[in-house]
């Protein structure tokens, strides 16, 4: 038999042990409190009631499931047991005693027995429930618990079982609530907190508010960012009532809770007009929003899913996500390839009929495709244009390409890649105008939590202790939520109606030094500067790198009208006709089979995608090194 199941057996046995002796006892007080004197001498009749009272009392508590019950963890059920267990054993004492007829106990016995034994029984309990929650407080961390409501009150429950944080307030904008004590806890003005936290030694402030605006939460995160806490909260509260969250479940809170926005309602007639009942298809579905787009696709009920990505594990990784969540009567495929092969791109599009294309396949990591531009030239043009291609050939309904704000006035080869390839369906567009597949392109800018994010990097320098590396203190960014991107994409999408540049309003932009420091003090830390040289994590400045610019922008010009969608743009960008972005298209395929990256570069500049190099020399390894090597040959002749 297992230790564990041994130790609880004898912990059973214990209680039921101490019952035997509690139980007759309390009768025993109970009968010299009634007569102000010691009971000496018993007679059968009396030892009937002890015994038939005490062993009944200890089935009845079995029954009532006292003896499973564990201590540590006794709550008002367990004492609400207790009394009724007690109650009914008072009831015993006075039915053992009208039918033995005994003389030597009082008719008034049952009453004093039942508070000397609720007394004995359910104090006995409290002890050990104390003396074992004092062992835990000595291990555990003081929190506040920021949120006096049923959230927060459920909350307490939960962590007073645990092992981990002490529970020492509440914490409640409610002017209602101030002074009061709930479960024990008093409840404090969030004004008090900075007092509070010294005083207290609260080391965790827990959000317990699932169900409020984004914009309130991100007021109260700003407001506790500057306090020496750890801030962490409970799920949403729809995950909480769909049954994928419980209320204890605390995470660290999310930079996305201080800068997301409330989110607005998506249109399902714009989700609908390219998904529902089409065969839809995604490439880079393994990707940070390709992936995202696919669970977004699938709760609108598409015929049929394909998923289409270069890299293996990533396409094995999202089909087996998507299997746990795909709705009966969808039909899902994965498939492995290249966007850069046309043949293979045309056989899918016309086998399986597809209908949409969300063209999600791109290097977008701006210092990687900058040391690699011949790859990042193929991938994100040719792997764009023949993708087009394929899609007007196969009678492809929609085309939406994923595009970025970088690929404004780009100072970086992928920015001008992305460019590129947004002309390139601008003027497929403009040649088959009104002549099947609609090309749209959608821009916007960073997402919290993809792959090339900073928000990662930086959790992760956190969580070692640091330091933080920004590049430049000056440099600015965009963010949005991934669900947030994909869905606008969607329905930006069912928007377009042929050569039409989309914009996703991305609210304002977020100081990347600003938001490196919210996140350390988010996480408990403060930042070891030359202000404060006694913090805890440093804040390192790299410089910027190759390709990068201090600021994005959404716009090439000022020619922009809304939609029907409060947060979709619609702009109007200059354009090439198609004759010379395929004259262009065939220039950079010849310098890039003869790896000539200095004329690559020259194609670029002279393609109207604005594209200005902040480095007068490309930086592309492999091109550098054969630089290098034919110097030091030349040097050598010499």
């Not at 994928?244 to 996305?256: H, P």
């Not at 839809?280 to 696919?294: P, R």
């Not at 709760?299 to 089909?319: D, G, M, N, T, V």
Request: a neutral charge; glycine letters at 8%.
């Amino acid at each position: 038999m297992p230790a564990k199941e041994v130790s609880r057996h004898f912990k059973q046995f214990l209680m039921v042990a101490a019952d035997l002796i509690w139980l007759p006892l309390s009768l025993w007080l109970a009968i010299a409190f009634r007569w102000g004197d010691v009971p000496y001498t018993t007679g059968w009749r009396e030892f009937l009631v002890y015994m038939g009272t005490t062993l009944c009392t200890v089935i009845i508590f079995l029954r009532f499931g006292l003896y499973r019950a564990v201590i540590r963890f006794m709550g008002t059920e367990a004492l609400i047991a207790v009394v009724k267990g007690i109650s009914v054993s008072a009831l015993l004492v006075a039915t053992f005693v009208f039918l033995t007829r005994s003389t030597e106990i009082p008719r008034s016995v049952p009453f004093i027995y039942w508070g000397i034994a609720l007394l004995f029984v359910g104090g006995s309990r409290f002890v050990v429930w104390s003396y074992y929650q004092s062992l835990l407080k000595k291990d555990k961390e003081k929190v506040a618990i920021y949120g006096a409501g049923d959230a927060g009150r459920q909350l307490l429950t939960a962590l007073r079982q645990g092992s981990e944080y002490e529970p020492v307030l509440f914490i409640d904008d409610n002017r209602q609530l101030k002074g009061q004590v709930i479960n024990g806890l008093k409840v404090y003005r969030p004004h008090h907190l900075e007092k509070l936290i010294s005083q207290e030694g609260i080391k965790h402030v827990l959000l317990a508010m699932p169900s409020i605006a984004m914009q309130q939460k991100r007021k109260i995160i700003a407001e506790l960012e500057p306090l020496p806490v750890q801030v962490k909260t409970i799920p949403v509260l729809a995950d909480i009532v769909s049954g994928k969250a419980k209320i204890a479940e605390l995470r660290e809170v999310d930079i996305q809770d201080l800068l997301g926005r409330d989110s607005v309602v998506p249109d399902n007639q714009l989700f609908d007009k390219c998904i529902k009942n089409k065969v839809v298809f995604v490439s880079g579905a393994g990707g940070s929003i390709g992936s995202e787009l696919c669970r977004q696709i699938i709760k609108h009920q598409p015929r049929h899913l394909i998923l289409f990505e270069l890299s293996e594990y990533a396409l094995y990784s999202i089909e087996q996500e998507l299997k746990k969540i795909i709705l009966e009567g969808i039909q899902l495929t994965a498939l492995l390839g290249s966007v850069q092969d046309k043949k293979r791109l045309q056989s899918i599009f016309t086998v399986y009929g597809v209908q949409t294309i969300y063209h999600a396949a791109a290097y977008k990591h701006v210092p990687i495709v900058e040391e690699n531009i011949v790859e990042g030239i193929r991938n994100n043009i040719f792997g764009t244009y023949r993708a087009a291609e394929a899609a007007f050939d196969s009678g492809v309904e929609t085309f939406v390409l994923i595009s970025t704000d970088k690929a404004v006035r780009p100072t970086n080869v992928m920015g001008a890649t992305k460019r590129f390839a947004e002309m390139v369906l601008q003027a497929l567009a403009a040649k088959h105008v009104n002549l099947g597949t609609r090309f749209c392109m959608v821009r916007f800018g960073n997402v919290l939590g993809s792959s090339g994010s900073v928000v990662p990097l930086f959790k992760r320098q956190i969580k070692q202790g640091g330091p933080v590396t920004v590049t430049h203190p000056d440099i600015v960014r965009y963010f949005m939520t991934i669900p947030e991107a994909t869905q606008l994409v969607i329905q930006a999408g069912a928007l377009g109606q042929g050569g039409d540049v989309f914009v996703l309003d991305m609210g304002k932009p977020v100081k990347i030094a600003d938001l490196a420091r919210k996140m350390i003090h988010l996480s408990g830390y403060e930042v070891k500067d030359e202000h404060n040289p006694e913090g805890d994590i440093e804040l390192v400045y790299t410089g910027l790198r190759p390709g990068e610019k201090l600021y994005e922008e959404l716009l090439i010009g000022d020619n922009v009208t809304g939609t029907q969608h409060p947060r979709i743009m619609r702009a109007e960008e200059k354009m090439l006709p198609f004759d010379i972005i395929d004259k262009k298209m065939k220039l950079l395929d010849e310098a890039c089979n003869d790896f000539n990256i200095a004329w690559v570069r020259e194609i670029l500049l002279d393609s109207e995608t604005a594209y200005v190099p902040d480095k007068e020399q490309p930086v592309d390894l492999l091109w550098c090194e054969l630089k290098k090597q034919e110097n030091n040959v030349i040097k050598a002749q010499f």
